[in-house]
Antibody, heavy 119, light 109 residues
Framework: QVQLQESGPGLVTPSGTLSLTCAVSGDSFSSDNWWSWVRQPPGKGLEWIGESHHSEGSNYNPSLKSRVSVSIDKSKNQFSLQLSSLTAADTAVYYC????????????WGQGTTVTVSS | EIVLTQSPGTLSLSPGERATLSCRASQSVSSDFLAWYQQKPGQAPRLLIYGASSRATGIPARFSGSGSGTDFTLTISRLEPEDFALYYCLQYDRPPKYTFGQGTKLEIK
């Protein structure tokens, strides 16, 4: 059973950089899956941030591309999100998710971690 | 950029009734690229349907997806109490990017 678990700071300062990690169990980065980050501001809808593959590189939401990086650490079986130049609008629940090779979808999700941008 | 519009915004029904949720795309979308999710308060979204009509593992048969081109539908044949939640559609586009609809809230009447 594949499980994802996000971790990282719950509070970050404006203009700073957010770093989150997603630990993966029950799957490996040698498989032909993509690994994504999605966020959800309080009371609002879902926004895809970006994704990474162990050999195909990374893709990002054009609206965030200048501020975001998604990377994979195969040795630790985890992947990470970095989001820079933070503002209050980046306050959200951040989810990590898997895009499997059998669909263009996100089939397994972490439980989410709440990030607040505030001084 | 393809925009997904879900309707209605809120759907009020009773247990046992049939629910029909709509997701309309601003441009034609391949059926392979359309999925549906259920989200309950404080929980991550759960994949229901992928490829417009394929049920994900463990999803009850009362959930079904259909549609093509710009119009897609999620149908719940007979509502159970646990089905009242938020529902989102998701589409994949090229260059690689996922876009969600704004959601439909299914509430108990």
């Amino acid at each position: 059973q594949v499980q994802l678990q996000e971790s990282g700071p719950g509070l970050v300062t404006p203009s700073g950089t957010l770093s989150l990690t997603c630990a993966v169990s029950g799957d490996s980065f040698s498989s032909d899956n993509w690994w994504s980050w999605v966020r959800q501001p309080p009371g609002k809808g879902l926004e895809w941030i970006g994704e990474s593959h162990h050999s195909e590189g990374s893709n990002y939401n054009p609206s965030l591309k200048s501020r975001v990086s998604v990377s994979i650490d195969k040795s630790k079986n985890q992947f990470s999100l970095q989001l820079s130049s933070l503002t209050a609008a980046d306050t959200a629940v951040y989810y990590c998710a898997r895009s499997p090779n059998f669909c263009y979808c996100l089939d397994v999700w972490g439980q989410g971690t709440t990030v607040t941008v505030s001084s | 950029e393809i925009v997904l519009t879900q309707s209605p915004g809120t759907l009020s029904l009773s247990p046992g009734e049939r629910a029909t949720l709509s997701c309309r795309a601003s441009q034609s979308v391949s059926s392979d690229f359309l999925a549906w999710y259920q989200q309950k308060p404080g929980q991550a979204p759960r994949l229901l349907i992928y490829g417009a009509s394929s049920r994900a593992t463990g999803i009850p048969a009362r959930f079904s997806g259909s549609g093509s081109g710009t119009d897609f539908t999620l149908t719940i044949s007979r509502l159970e109490p646990e089905d009242f939640a938020l529902y989102y559609c998701l589409q994949y586009d090229r260059p690689p990017k996922y876009t969600f609809g704004q959601g439909t809230k299914l509430e108990i009447k």
